[in-house]
């Protein structure tokens, strides 16, 4: 039946019309909010490239915490970004380190916010690489693995709900769930970077979390943006070392590869809303290029139409206050 019996125009023609039948939704309760920890006190420092987000010191983190649980977010994803690097990413396994600490803060002030923490060894590394390195300047797999399941452990010990490894060593999801189990910490989540890409479009994060690698790039580990199937062969293999939940990155130029891992597999799938997509969003309405409420709400809806259940984007605070 075509037109003039059909009119798709009929079910489009008011508000309370095309609300009914709306196909995607974005709740408040499937967006994570990153934030910053940075060290000192009474710290709170804008990062230049991306307008709106700050890195905070841990005595700064209730009142964001706060902040966001009144905004309505549910989760918050947590980067440690310490002042002290070293070839062996000391920091990262530092039981009162800096992500340990701002956990357990997070958790006393609302333990009902979900807090997640990004379990990766680059902010920590003298050189930037998201694993230790040879003197050739090779990123080791093996030797990574051990860093990456203490500092898992260290993070889930200081009351972390959810680990998000985003190192792409081979092997580390397996790892981590081990050292989980046996010390005792058998709930405690995975959510893996399971496809994520080396992408361009991390650029600001990396002024952020002041982890861009003093040689060479991430090819070695992290995906070409040319593949697909690898993506999918990536996340089975991330799911059969027991990830609860696997993430594609970025999110907006892998909406493809969403859509496809929505297809073949049945875990939550997380997708991450990346710096460079935000601030692309941020520098064009600061310009008057784009709406910028709009284009936030276009591009997370679409991100979840191509099949994400949970999005970690900048914009959940502005967001889960836009859906209340
Ligand atoms: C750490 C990590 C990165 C991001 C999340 N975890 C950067 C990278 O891999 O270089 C990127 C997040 C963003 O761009 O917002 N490995």
Redesign the pocket.
């Known amino acids: 039946m075509g037109f003039p019996d059909t009119r798709m125009r009929r079910l489009r023609s008011n508000e309370a019309m095309r609300r009914l039948v709306s196909e995607t939704k974005v709740p408040a309760s499937s967006l994570v909010y ?1 934030i910053f920890v940075v060290d000192g006190s009474r710290v709170r420092e804008p990062v230049a490239s ?1 307008p709106g987000v700050f890195r905070i010191s841990v005595d700064e983190l209730a009142s964001e915490i706060r902040g966001a649980a009144s905004d309505g977010v549910g989760s918050v994803l947590i ?1 440690g970004v310490p002042s002290s690097k070293d070839s062996r990413a000391s920091g990262a396994t530092d039981r009162g380190g800096l992500v340990p600490r701002a956990v357990a803060a997070a958790k006393e002030v609302s333990p009902e916010m979900l807090v997640m923490t ?1 379990v ?4 920590y590394t003298d050189h930037g690489h ?1 694993g230790v390195a040879d003197g050739e300047g090779r990123v080791l797999n093996d030797p990574s693995l051990d860093l990456l399941q203490r500092m898992a452990l260290v993070h889930a010990e200081a009351g972390a709900d959810v680990v ?1 490894p ?3 060593m081979d092997g580390r999801v397996g790892a981590i769930r081990r050292a989980l189990d046996s010390s005792g910490k058998t709930d405690t989540v995975i959510m893996s ?1 399971a496809a ?1 890409y ?2 361009c ?6 002024e ?2 002041d ?3 003093a040689f060479g790039d ?1 090819r070695s580990y ?1 995906m070409d943006p040319a593949n697909s199937r690898e993506a999918l062969r990536e996340i089975e293999l991330d799911v059969e070392e027991g990830a609860d939940i696997v993430m594609v ?2 999110a907006m130029p892998c909406l493809d590869v969403i859509a496809r891992a929505r297809g073949a597999f049945r875990v939550p799938i997380a997708a ?7 601030s692309m969003i941020k520098a064009a309405a600061s310009s008057g290029w784009l709406d910028e409420e709009r284009a936030m709400g276009e591009s997370v809806t679409a991100i979840r139409r191509a099949g994400a259940d949970i999005v ?1 984007t ?1 914009f959940a605070r502005q967001l889960a206050r836009a859906c209340r």
């Open positions: 990153p991306m980067f990004d990766c060894l680059c902010a998201c998000a985003s190192d792409m970077y994520k080396a992408s479009f991390y650029g600001p994060f990396r952020a979390a982890s861009a690698p991430r992290q990155k970025p991450y809303q990346v710096s460079g997509e935000y970690i900048y």
